[in-house]
T-cell receptor, first 108, second 113 residues
């Protein structure tokens, strides 16, 4: 069993929809939780960062961490075509464990 | 110019050949990493280095070696390439501390025939 599980999708939504992405993990020692966004033919870039449990909001993006369920989520409100990318969850400390990535397409 | 630069960006080679992927950075970070990305498997850590004298194996180091020539340079070598090493390879740097944020290069796509 992989340490971090993420549904690879793909996920296709119309512009303006809410995108919901999630990951589950098995290592209860994880304290830092991240979401990276990767555009085609580019390296991943940090999108959201959360320490321990709770919610974090940044504009149209909300990250949630539920350590009791070992479950993290990313929500994108009012999705735009520019949000079309692969979203990777990551967790750990200096050594990150990554999910497989979910490819999202937002249709105009 | 990119903060983390990888060369070559694309490479096609044959089984048994020696290949080196190079990474240089201008971010001034001590920590550097090599990952490979495969469809459905995400990013997996090959090697990482906390400074010039520190090299550590990641989860999939077999068949790979690295060299940290300077703070800014970290190279990945495949001594004898095999087809299942066909993948997208990423170099990344990291600020010292436990926040975990990685700064990635644009990747090197390697195809082993």
């Amino acid at each position: 069993q992989k340490e971090v599980e993420q549904d690879p999708g793909p996920l296709s939504v119309p512009e303006g929809a809410i995108v919901s992405l999630n990951c589950t993990y098995s290592n209860s020692a994880f304290q830092y939780f991240m979401w990276y966004r990767q555009y085609s033919r580019k390296g991943p870039e940090l999108l959201m960062y959360t320490y321990s449990s709770g919610n974090k909001e940044d504009g149209r993006f909300t990250a949630q961490v539920d350590k009791s369920s070992k479950y993290i989520s990313l929500f994108i409100r009012d999705s735009q075509p520019s949000d079309s990318a692969t979203y990777l969850c990551a967790m750990g400390d200096y050594k990150l464990s990554f999910g497989a990535g979910t490819t999202v397409t937002v249709r105009a | 110019d990119a903060d983390v630069t990888q060369t070559p960006r694309n490479r096609i080679t044959k089984t048994g050949k020696r290949i080196m992927l190079e990474c240089s950075q201008t971010k001034g970070h001590d920590r550097m990493y090599w990952y490979r990305q495969d469809p459905g498997l995400g990013l997996r850590l090959i090697y990482y280095s906390f400074d010039v004298k520190d090299i550590n194996k990641g989860e999939i180091s077999d068949g790979y070696s690295v060299s940290r020539q300077a703070q800014a340079k970290f190279s990945l070598s495949l001594e004898s390439a095999i087809p299942n090493q066909t993948a997208l390879y990423f170099c990344a740097t990291q600020v010292e501390g436990d926040t975990g944020e990685l700064f990635f290069g644009e990747g090197s796509r390697l195809t082993v025939l």
